[in-house]
């Protein structure tokens, strides 16, 4: 029951906020068996000579970042401009990398056998064509096939024949003299 009180007792003590003074918020402080009241002072006066040293810091560094953020601004750095920078730079320091450098000689290497091997499936299966294309079997297929191919051709028609023959014909008259007209023929007309 005890471990019961003291859970519940933790829970309604107040915790310092965030941004408060841990010395002000714990009330009157308790002081270690081995410290003295002379030892307390001074190392809270150390305390705020620290936190007097880092306002005066945080200070320093805001007039500093907007000197660089006027240095920029005169120089026509923009903020695009830096990120076009620090792309570039990552990408150098990416690319001379050790481990760069060997993932792109293994995949080169990779890149190589994988070329050697196509090549080599590629003659093979070529030289397996050319065997089969040679054989007995195959050449009786490829002549079954021509068979068929002359068999299948369209033969010319007779109509078709005929045409060809006055296509031919008028293309000869045209380029003879013209022959003299009957009498007879003009009168049937």
Do not use: C
Not at 5 to 19: F, H, N, R, W, Y
């Amino acid at each position: 029951m005890e471990d019961a009180d003291k859970g519940s007792q933790l829970l309604t003590d107040s915790a310092p906020e965030v941004g408060e003074d841990a010395v002000t918020s714990v009330g009157a402080p308790v002081l270690p068996p081995a410290m003295t009241e002379e030892e307390r002072l001074e190392l809270q006066e150390e305390l705020f000579k620290v936190e007097d040293e880092i306002q005066t810091l945080s200070q320093v560094l805001a007039a500093k970042e907007k000197q660089v953020a006027d240095l920029k601004r005169k120089l026509g750095v923009t903020p695009l401009n830096e990120i076009k920078q620090n792309i570039t730079k990552t990408w150098q320091d990416v690319t001379t990398s050790t481990a760069y450098r060997r993932t792109s000689e293994t995949l080169s290497q990779a890149s190589l056998k994988a070329t050697a091997a196509f090549s080599t499936v590629g003659s093979a299966i070529s030289r397996k064509l050319e065997d089969v294309r040679n054989t007995a079997g195959f050449k009786s297929f490829e002549e079954k096939v021509e068979t068929l191919k002359t068999k299948m051709a369209p033969a010319t028609s007779p109509t078709e024949a005929d045409n060809m023959d006055n296509s031919n014909t008028t293309t000869a008259s045209l380029l003879s003299p013209p022959e003299p007209i009957a009498e007879e023929e003009t009168l049937m007309h």
